[in-house]
């Protein structure tokens, strides 16, 4: 009886160990989109108060967690699907109340209504600035 409890005890504390190790072994989190490009962070920040400095870096898993989001976005009733195109962090200095570190996600084909007189809309690109806090799936919201 002695012997069994001790083999049990062993094999237990073999099986905590493995799931342990099992959860702390990093994975790949999935696919993220590509970075923004030299051109597109230049459209950005012609309309952007403030200077924009891509940085490197940053959580895979949070890159990914944008992707999936702003990858699987519902189309417009007319059909069309917004495109993301990247996804990079950035610094913002001398922007008001938004200085800091964020994620910049990069799309095209986005809609964006015309509340003139004249009504009407159409199709351009948006840049969202989102917290790199880990958590924050949304942010700030520039469309040209």
């Known amino acids: 009886m002695n012997r069994r409890w001790l083999i049990g005890v062993a094999g237990f504390a073999l099986l905590v160990a493995g799931v342990v190790t099992w959860r702390a072994w ?17 459209q950005f920040d012609h309309y952007q108060p403030g200077s924009v400095t891509l940085l490197g870096g940053g959580s895979r898993s949070q890159a990914h967690r944008l992707w999936d989001y702003y990858s699987h ?13 990247g996804i990079s962090r950035v610094r913002l200095d001398g922007s008001p109340e938004q200085d800091g570190v964020y994620w910049l996600v990069f799309s095209d084909r986005v809609y964006t209504p015309n509340l003139g007189a ?18 924050s799936l949304y942010g700030g919201t520039r469309t040209f």
Do not use: I
């Open 26 to 42: 990093p994975r790949d989190p999935g696919p993220v989109a590509p970075p923004v490009t030299a051109r597109e962070l230049r």
């Open 73 to 85: 976005l519902r189309p417009y009733p007319d059909g069309v699907k917004p495109r993301l195109l």
């Open 118 to 135: 004249e009504g009407g809309g159409g199709y351009g690109r948006e840049a969202v600035l989102v917290p790199d806090d880990g958590k």
